[in-house]
């Protein structure tokens, strides 16, 4: 490149071009002149700037980038003789990233740079694809963990100094509980877990509490935080911005946040990325939920939340047959309602559902963590026992009856129902049996109970006799 009213004429076009223009020596690598674009796109003036290697390794987050990805390709360009341009992901001065197509040319003994800003078209690609790719793991029903994991991912790729985290809200506690935060330390994740909502309880208690956005820009000095800091100060963090993930129906369902290594305030482009990032969780925790619902349904009684029948008879059939193998000893019991028409009639049906929720309460407040209990008909009830005994299995069938017994739900104005169960416990000594047989057995055990004036225990042992007819 000349000197001169050439050199001048070549500056007032370089700065006329929208495109980010540097150029260093060839030999030297020392960054000779920028344009205007260069110093409008990176924040950095011609005085920031040493050698264009220097200059390079502190705009990248990976110090091997440099010699592993730059060096080789410009390399390639000038073996080649032809101008291959790359992409890749610049930090400017202010910290905040740009991803730009980059080209480099020689000229005389200068090297031309060219930087040419994608970072649009970069983030709606990035966003459709983390979409796309959430969907996906509900249609296959990962773990939500996982799926919010993809999420915080994304977004702090699209803001590479920054930490994030999903709490989800639990509605009986109003606690707010750890959905993903991956690249936070242990001991930070641990304190937050469970974190009751409230004001003054950092920025995502607050925002849930608030049911609004909250905006720390300086953790130290505001009061949201002053319970916290010396967590904060560990964790080394010192700017926190939080929103409240809301459902389409407008309920709360946790909090999305932005921590930040440095006093930080949130710009436009922040802004926006905080309501993307809100929006898409909330997707995903509905979609998951929607997904976790239907899945439920196939399993799950509606109404008391207990295993329907058909899962019932699944995993009876799984253990009875380890039992067989193992001769471990193995129960069930069948529990009815008494009177339960009665009950429908004299209070009306939605004081028979109360009933029937209660008892599914109450139940499963009494079983051990190994049992399983079903809705398998309107106001019938069977327990799996498994590694149970006849006397142990009538010991928790009476303290089933005597807990249900001294159990009342309120009616329509306020009456008190009380209700009381029949159960039939039938015990597999040895041998094999199937579900079928064993339940006939409980059921024989149940109605002599109500033969003998409901409100009580029978037991039925089962000692390999051929198969009863099903129920």
Known sequence: MQNGHNDVQLNDVLNATPIAVAWSGLTSGHVEYINSSFSDLFGYTLDDLGNIESWYLRVVSDPQHYKT?????????????????????????????????????????????YFNDVTEHWVAEERLRVRSDMLEMVAKSSALKDILNVIVKQIQKESPHSLCSVLLFDKVEQRLRLGAAPDFPDFYNEAIDGVQIGLNVGSCGTAAFLGKRVIVEDIFSHPYWKDYTSLARHAEVAACWSDPIMSSKGDLLGTFAIYKRFPSAPTDKDFELISFASN???????????????????????????????HFFRQCESILSNAAE??????????????????????????????????????????????????????????????????????????????????????????????????????????????????????????????????????????????????
């Not at 610049?90 to 000229?107: E, N, P, Q, Y």
């Not at 349904?297 to 295993?307: C, M, N």
Request: aromatic fraction near 8%.
């Open 326 to 471: 193992q001769a471990f000893p193995l129960s069930i019991v069948m529990m009815d309602v008494d009177h339960f028409k009665q009950v429908n009639d004299k209070f009306g049906h939605k004081t028979g559902d109360l009933v029937l929720q209660t008892l599914a309460v109450k139940s499963m407040s009494i079983l051990r963590r190994s049992d399983l209990i079903a809705r398998i008909g309107g106001e019938e009830f069977a327990i799996l026992l498994p590694f149970t005994d006849k006397k142990e299995a009538l010991r928790i069938a009476e303290r089933l009856r005597e807990s249900i017994e001294k159990s009342t739900v309120l009616g329509e104005g306020n009456r008190v129902v009380r209700f009381t169960v029949s159960l039939g416990v039938a015990h597999r000594k040895n041998g094999a049996c199937t579900v079928d047989s064993l339940l006939n057995h409980a059921d024989k055990a149940l109605y002599q109970s109500k033969a003998a004036g409901r409100n009580c225990v029978f037991a039925l042992d089962f000692n390999s006799v051929p198969p009863l007819l099903s129920l």
């Open 69 to 113: 990805v730059i060096e080789p390709w410009v390399q390639d360009c000038f073996l080649r003789n032809t101008l291959v341009d790359i992409e890749t992901t610049l930090f400017c001065k202010d910290h905040s990233v740009r991803h730009v197509r980059m080209c480099s040319a020689i000229i005389d003994d200068k090297r031309l740079w």
């Open 280 to 310: 898409l969780v909330s997707i995903a925790i509905e979609s998951f939920r929607a997904q976790e619902e239907l899945q439920n349904r196939a399993y799950f009684d509606h109404l008391t939340g207990l295993a329907n029948r058909g």
